[in-house]
């Protein structure tokens, strides 16, 4: 039976990755030594022996260049480690990675989101490297080793960030449109009505595509707003149905996204495919007033504008009603786990504490996969954070007072990746006229449920 994550508050409600923000597909090479913040952890990469890495990750450019950076540490302080990393965008990735599934041959460190339990049986757990103290846990409190441990309490691997979605925008193009900027409690009027009047008013798109994230806005977090907090769940915690009994709560969401597509104030599928990454998202290209964003994402963004001149700012997420359940949770961003594959576990463990501990290396990644799960090293980065950095702090901050359900399943069930893309297809289906609101709604859940009936 697939192992189940389901944690606290600090968990992570959805179902795909927070931080699937694309970069060019492209992979290198580069030596990388070793060092962590324990002495067993330095013990375990140190010494005469040559020891060969190879990890993986996908992301933005900017991430690109950190980790490599990152690596580069490593290796200055323990030469006798040599990591062959690579690196892609998020689809390359999970291309690659069932490339090396089929073959046993998954990269000794690899990144992981929240569709980890596809590849849980090459996931080698911590706790043996974390008993013998390979692998540090001290600066990392039980809640935020917990959003990466199954329900047997096995710590799978250790979170690169915790994060939370929003919507970022341009106050300058909310003035000069008349528009009301978003406060915490706006709603998905709101925030329809905002990006039509942009697109009236400016000939620019109220709001960026959402990718693959429509799914997470309009199933995961649309659904979870109905009645009272946690009342609602598009899968159950048990993974073994549906969260929600009737199909028809989906579509208000979808008529709103059509509508929004046929007026123009969203981009349509050809207008999407443009989008390569976050950093020329529409948003960034000046070309729409509003994206959703992970919250790490921000400060990429934010940067990028600022040297155009524009300031932008983090909104929290539209709710149905103004007083109901906001839908947001904390989450992990990503982990870093130790492949079953490896023939240098112990070695990658040590990686990979060093990672997610070393106060140097994180001042080099500088939160940028969500904010450090580490408490000494998050207080060090907020100390010296950018603006943009600033914001993202406030903001998780911000999401972290709302009231969120006690219990969350982070998982997908086997198949949701296709019900994720008729969903986004059914949308379409509707602003062509082929079926409506209502139908795409009862095709989406009927997708969903049959998951559970094979």
Not at 36 to 61: C, F, K, V
Not at 109 to 117: C, D, E, L
Not at 155 to 174: C, K, R, T, V
Not at 249 to 257: E, F, K, S
Request: glycine fraction near 8%; charge should be negative.
């Amino acid at each position: 039976m697939k192992k189940k994550l389901i944690a606290a508050s600090m968990a992570a409600a959805m179902t795909l990755s927070l931080a699937a923000c694309g970069g060019s597909g492209a992979s290198s090479t580069a030596s990388a030594g070793d060092t962590t913040s324990t002495a067993a952890s330095t013990e375990a990469a140190s010494g005469d022996e040559q020891i060969n890495l190879r990890m993986a990750w996908w992301g933005s450019q900017d991430r690109h260049d950190k980790t490599i950076a990152a690596i580069e540490l490593y290796e200055s302080l323990n030469p006798n480690v040599k990591i062959e990393y690579e690196y892609y965008s998020f689809d390359d990735y999970f291309t690659k990675l069932k490339t090396l599934v089929a073959s046993d041959q998954v990269w000794d460190v690899f990144q992981m989101g929240g569709n980890f339990p596809m590849y849980i049986d090459k996931i080698c757990p911590l706790d043996d490297y974390i008993a013998s103290g390979v692998v540090d846990t001290s600066g990392i409190t039980d809640a935020n080793l917990k959003i990466t441990q199954d329900t047997e309490g096995h710590q799978l691997g250790l979170s690169n960030g915790l994060n939370s979605y929003g919507i970022a925008y341009d106050p300058a193009m909310f003035a000069e449109a008349g528009v009301a900027e978003p406060t915490d409690d706006w709603t998905w009027d709101d925030y329809a009505n905002a990006a039509n009047t942009i697109h009236d008013k400016l000939g620019i798109y109220g709001c960026s595509s959402m990718l693959s994230s429509e799914f997470i806005a309009g199933c995961s977090v649309y659904i979870s707003q109905y009645g009272n907090v946690g009342e609602n769940s598009f899968f159950n915690l048990d993974l073994t149905g549906m969260g929600f009994d009737d199909a028809q709560m989906l579509t208000p969401y979808i008529q709103m996204r059509a509508d929004s597509i046929k007026n123009g104030a969203y981009p349509d599928p050809g207008a999407a495919s443009e989008i390569t990454n976050i950093e020329n998202d529409f948003l960034v290209t000046g070309e729409a007033a509003m994206t959703w964003v992970a919250a790490n994402q921000f400060p990429t963004i934010y940067n990028v504008c600022q040297e155009q001149g524009r300031t932008l700012k983090l909104a929290t997420l539209p709710r149905i009603k103004n007083d109901g359940p906001s839908g947001a949770v904390i989450q992990s961003s990503q982990m870093l786990c130790v492949s079953q594959d490896s023939a240098q576990k112990e070695a990658a463990a040590a990686f990979i504490s060093w990672f997610e501990n070393d106060p140097d290396c994180n001042n080099i990644l500088q939160g940028e996969r969500g904010i450090p799960v580490n408490t000494t090293v998050r207080e060090t980065l907020s100390a010296k954070a950018t603006e943009g950095q600033q914001i993202m702090y406030d903001f998780i901050d911000k999401v972290s007072n709302f009231e969120m359900p006690e219990k969350i399943n982070v998982l997908s069930p086997d198949g949701q990746d296709q019900v994720v893309d008729n969903y986004r297809n059914y949308i379409q289906q509707v602003v062509d006229g082929q079926i409506t609101a209502e139908e795409a709604a009862d095709k989406t859940y009927a997708d969903a449920e049959a998951l559970f009936n094979k």
